[in-house]
């Protein structure tokens, strides 16, 4: 199983970018995933997370900013950033609970794993 992080970059102050999340391999069923951020100097926190009905979570320094969505046919999310500003600077790291790498009933009482992409890097510009 693996988890990979896609967009990110640079964006000025008061601009949207999106950072996407897919996980891929031998998987058997998806649950919660997410993202974290750790901003320079700082320690990585959790800014936002969507189970697999769709509820979601905001940390309350994004909440009305961003938007988490998923695409469960895909394994997909994706993070919509708007209104950003110098302290959503730093790496992303996206998230995901996997049951995967299991054989089938195995898989059906198997606990799900937490598997964590490499991190994308965002800059904001002022």
């Known amino acids: 199983v693996q988890v990979l992080e896609s967009g990110g970059g640079l964006v000025q102050a008061g601009g949207s970018l999106s950072v996407s999340c897919t996980a891929s391999g031998n998987i058997y069923k998806v649950n919660d995933m997410g993202w974290w951020h750790q901003a320079p100097g700082k320690e990585r926190e959790l800014v936002a997370r969507?189970?697999?009905?769709?509820?979601?979570w905001y940390a309350d320094s994004v909440k009305g900013r961003f938007a988490l969505s998923r695409d469960n046919a895909k394994n997909t999310v994706t993070l919509q950033m708007n209104s950003v500003g110098p302290e959503d600077t730093g790496v992303y790291y996206c998230?995901?609970?996997?049951?995967?790498?299991?054989?089938?009933?195995?898989?059906?009482?198997?606990?799900?794993?937490?598997?964590w992409g490499q991190g994308t890097q965002v800059n904001v510009s002022s």
């Open positions: 998230y995901s609970y996997v049951v995967g790498d299991c054989a089938a009933i195995a898989c059906v009482v198997a606990v799900p794993k937490q598997y």
């Open positions: 969507i189970n697999v009905g769709g509820g979601t």
